[in-house]
């Protein structure tokens, strides 16, 4: 079954502090990890992505650790701020042959409050 | 450059009626996907169109259907609307079926069905 499990529902932090979201993923075809951000009012925007040939990658402040084994991966949000409260999606796909790139499988999403 | 453009933005109907959702892809974007966004499913593939053809559809009753034309521009009905269809629909473009290649989402069209 193609499902992604994303957790925490919803998570508050401190302006300043570190965010992280976990999912956890049961296809192991699954080969292509990104994460999206969205707004209210707006449709999901691509953070960043990674692919289970590494271990981790960072941009900017967004860090995501990937767990091939444990069917894992999570975002680290560091100094998170007021403007990163938003909602987060995981998302995974099968890339095999280029064709499927566009049927994400989401994650439920979390709820990021980041607090002054 | 204009991002993903999706009409209307917002949408009242009633049960039984029929809907037709519109989207504009970048620029020079010829793959278009479509997404069903609740707050109890979250967000639901639908199905993708790429040089108007049918590439990939997702787990949803023959009353959703697509199309992409010529210009990559693509549209989706919902006929027999029921109440469980009241949704965020987004639209999402890319240049490519490549996999190096970004997803754009518009802000998408509420549906409400009453």
């Known amino acids: 079954q193609q499902q992604v499990k994303q957790s925490p529902q919803s998570l508050i932090v401190q302006k300043g502090g570190i965010s992280i979201i976990n999912c956890a993923y049961e296809?192991?075809?699954?080969?292509?990890f990104p994460w999206y951000q969205q707004f209210p009012g707006k449709g999901p925007a691509l953070l960043i992505a990674?692919?289970?040939?590494?271990s981790e990658k960072k941009e900017g402040r967004f860090t995501i650790s990937f767990n091939k084994s444990a069917k894992q991966f999570s975002l680290h949000i560091m100094d998170s701020q007021p403007g990163d409260s938003a909602t987060y999606f995981c998302?995974?796909?099968?890339?095999?042959?280029?064709?499927?790139?566009?049927?994400?499988?989401f994650g439920q999403g979390t709820i990021l409050t980041v607090h002054p | 450059k204009a991002g993903v453009t999706q009409t209307p933005r917002y949408l009242i109907k009633t049960r039984g009626q029929q809907v037709t959702l519109s989207c504009s892809p970048i620029?020079?974007?010829?793959?278009v996907s479509w997404y069903q966004q609740t707050p109890g499913q979250g967000l639901q593939f639908l199905f993708e169109?790429?040089?108007?053809?049918?590439?990939n559809k997702g787990n949803f009753p023959g009353r959703f259907s697509g199309r992409q034309f010529s210009n990559s521009r693509s549209e989706m009905n919902v006929s027999t609307l029921e109440l469980g269809d009241s949704a965020l629909y987004l639209c999402?473009?890319?240049?490519?079926?490549?996999?190096?290649?970004?997803?754009?989402f518009g802000s998408g069209t509420q549906l409400s069905v009453l």
């Open positions: 296809n192991t075809a699954f080969d292509y």
């Open positions: 620029s020079g974007h010829r793959s």
């Open positions: 999402a473009s890319s240049f490519s079926l490549s996999t190096n290649e970004k997803l754009f």
């Open positions: 990674i692919r289970p040939d590494v």
């Open positions: 169109y790429f040089s108007e053809t049918q590439r």
């Open positions: 998302a995974a796909s099968i890339s095999a042959g280029g064709t499927s790139y566009g049927k994400l499988t």
